[in-house]
């Protein structure tokens, strides 16, 4: 992972640029979130598992948030399908958590802010912290290695019975020529664009690496059209028993 460009605040700098210059724009950015958080808990619920937000009071993570508006989106998201829901927002540079405690976010109800890296969860949240994690595009950011301490973790601080959604973009493993070069395309230029390290990585490791994690897990692209074909939703339940993923599990 290139630390220092979330750490030094470039990333969200060019993410922030981007909000600003139609045709995207908050408003644009807010429409797809809510789109891909419902389509999220729409997989939960194909999937027969209980929604993670069910509970009295669950306790919930964003994992990486890139701006205000993300975050806000995700807690009136959440405060809709459950008010009582307590919210951790959580990223490694103090940039994004400044934005947003300046517009006021952590002053809502049941909100906190937090600087802390994924790789190191458990170092603030005991085991079986959260009924629900949420991180959007998070996993195209990191390495191999770090994709695999990062899934780790979140496993550990899940509940039994926790969800983690997440959705980036990946390959088959079997590309052809041109499908390969399409998605090297959109590589370079979301590298370009907001001058972080793509990882590529293909949606058979992430499933294999999510089920070697000990997650059941349903990956599901909601449109074949232009570059959206390459986004996968992925929703990741931690089972309530100690038995393992299956392989016959939806992909
Ligand atoms: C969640 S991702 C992408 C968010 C946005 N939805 C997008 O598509 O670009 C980027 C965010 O993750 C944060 N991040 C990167 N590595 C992290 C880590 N190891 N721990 C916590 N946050 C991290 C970055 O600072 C940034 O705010």
């Given at each position: 992972m290139?630390e220092?460009?979330f750490?030094?605040?470039?990333?969200?700098?060019?993410?922030?640029?981007?909000?600003?210059?139609?045709?995207?724009?908050?408003?644009?950015?807010?429409?797809?979130?809510?789109?891909?958080?419902?389509?999220?808990?729409?997989?939960?619920?194909?999937?027969?598992?209980?929604?993670?937000?069910?509970?009295?009071?669950?306790?919930?993570l964003q994992l990486g948030t890139?701006?205000?508006?993300?975050?806000?989106?995700?807690?009136?998201?959440?405060?809709?399908?459950?008010?009582?829901?307590?919210?951790s927002?959580v990223d490694i540079a103090?940039?994004?958590?400044?934005?947003?405690?300046?517009?006021?976010?952590?002053?809502?109800?049941?909100?906190?802010?937090r600087q802390a890296d994924a790789r190191t969860l458990l170092a603030i949240y005991?085991?079986?912290?959260?009924?629900?994690i949420?991180t959007?595009?998070l996993f195209?950011f990191l390495?191999?290695?770090d994709k695999r301490i990062v899934l780790s973790q979140c496993f550990a601080v899940?509940?039994?019975?926790?969800?983690l959604?997440t959705?980036?973009?990946?390959?088959?493993?079997?590309?052809?020529?041109?499908?390969?070069?399409?998605?090297?395309?959109?590589?370079?230029?979301?590298?370009?664009?907001?001058?972080?390290?793509?990882?590529?990585?293909?949606?058979?490791?992430?499933?294999?690496?999510?089920?070697?994690?000990?997650?059941?897990?349903?990956?599901?692209?909601?449109?074949?059209?232009?570059?959206?074909?390459?986004?996968?939703?992925?929703?990741?339940?931690?089972?309530?028993?100690?038995?393992?993923?299956?392989?016959?599990?939806?992909?």
């Amino acid at each position: 992972m290139t630390e220092s460009v979330f750490l030094n605040g470039t990333y969200h700098q060019m993410f922030g640029d981007e909000l600003q210059h139609p045709p995207y724009t908050p408003a644009l950015h807010r429409k797809n979130l809510l789109d891909s958080y419902a389509f999220s808990f729409k997989m939960i619920q194909a999937r027969g598992w209980e929604s993670p937000l069910h509970c009295l009071e669950p306790n919930v993570l964003q994992l990486g948030t890139a701006s205000y508006h993300t975050s806000k989106t995700f807690v009136d998201f959440v405060h809709a399908l459950n008010p009582r829901a307590q919210i951790s927002i959580v990223d490694i540079a103090p940039h994004p958590l400044t934005e947003c405690a300046d517009q006021g976010l952590d002053q809502e109800n049941n909100v906190n802010l937090r600087q802390a890296d994924a790789r190191t969860l458990l170092a603030i949240y005991p085991k079986d912290t959260f009924d629900h994690i949420e991180t959007d595009g998070l996993f195209q950011f990191l390495s191999a290695d770090d994709k695999r301490i990062v899934l780790s973790q979140c496993f550990a601080v899940l509940k039994p019975g926790g969800v983690l959604t997440t959705r980036d973009r990946f390959t088959p493993r079997n590309a052809d020529v041109s499908t390969q070069n399409e998605y090297e395309t959109w590589q370079s230029s979301l590298e370009r664009r907001l001058w972080a390290t793509v990882y590529p990585s293909t949606k058979e490791d992430m499933w294999d690496l999510l089920g070697k994690t000990g997650f059941s897990r349903t990956m599901a692209r909601r449109t074949m059209q232009n570059a959206l074909k390459f986004l996968n939703h992925i929703v990741a339940r931690k089972p309530t028993s100690k038995l393992r993923s299956t392989s016959t599990e939806n992909r």
